[in-house]
């Protein structure tokens, strides 16, 4: 299957800074993403500007019209890429999983990106600042490989029975 990553010459995500940066961390956990299958996709998006509220029913959201950037991380040959993009919104976001981050998680995330950035991700959907939305089924998520990744932010999506 021939996988077409985004072209994203943005350096730079606003709220998520360096794209560099996320990439060196994505290479630094790149265990992670090995079983993924080519195609499978991230999504990161700031609140501000999303139309996503928490609380709030989701189905056909429209963005509230602001020009933001959706952080997409894309398997391809082999490895998780980091890419930035226009965000075309909820229904359209064509990624697995999306994360909705408020601004106390965005600058969390940047702080955290020469760490342990994971675990910061896995507190902040703790703490209820990152929104987190799947958008393909349980047995298409184990089908691409997302077990060891989720399990690592502690969203054990098989359930404790396999």
Same mark, same amino acid.
């Given at each position: 299957?021939?996988v077409e990553?985004?072209?994203?010459p943005?350096?730079e995500?606003p709220?998520f800074?360096? /794209?560099?940066?996320? *990439?060196?961390?994505l290479? =630094?956990?790149?265990?992670?993403?090995?079983?993924?299958? %080519?195609?499978?996709?991230?999504?990161?998006? @700031?609140r501000t500007?999303?139309?996503?509220? %928490?609380?709030?029913h989701?189905?056909?959201?429209?963005?509230?019209?602001?020009?933001?950037e959706?952080m997409?991380?894309?398997?391809g040959?082999?490895?998780m =890429?980091?890419?930035? *993009? %226009?965000y @075309?919104?909820?229904?359209? $976001?064509?990624?697995?999983?999306?994360?909705?981050a408020?601004d106390?998680a965005?600058?969390?995330?940047?702080a955290?990106?020469?760490?342990?950035?994971?675990s910061?991700i896995? =507190? &902040?959907? /703790?703490?209820?600042?990152?929104?987190?939305?799947? &958008?393909r089924?349980?047995?298409e998520l184990?089908? $691409?490989?997302?077990e060891?990744?989720?399990d690592?932010?502690?969203?054990?999506f &098989?359930?404790?029975? =396999?």
């Amino acid at each position: 299957m021939q996988v077409e990553l985004d072209e994203m010459p943005v350096a730079e995500a606003p709220g998520f800074g360096e /794209r560099a940066a996320w *990439q060196a961390m994505l290479d =630094r956990h790149a265990e992670l993403f090995t079983d993924m299958t %080519p195609g499978s996709s991230v999504g990161f998006v @700031p609140r501000t500007g999303s139309g996503i509220q %928490p609380g709030k029913h989701v189905a056909g959201l429209v963005g509230d019209g602001a020009d933001i950037e959706m952080m997409k991380w894309t398997v391809g040959d082999g490895v998780m =890429r980091c890419g930035v *993009q %226009p965000y @075309p919104g909820f229904q359209d $976001a064509k990624v697995d999983l999306l994360f909705v981050a408020d601004d106390v998680a965005l600058l969390t995330m940047r702080a955290a990106l020469d760490g342990d950035t994971l675990s910061s991700i896995k =507190r &902040l959907i /703790r703490q209820g600042s990152i929104m987190f939305f799947v &958008l393909r089924t349980k047995f298409e998520l184990q089908d $691409a490989g997302y077990e060891e990744f989720l399990d690592t932010l502690g969203l054990a999506f &098989l359930g404790a029975c =396999r």
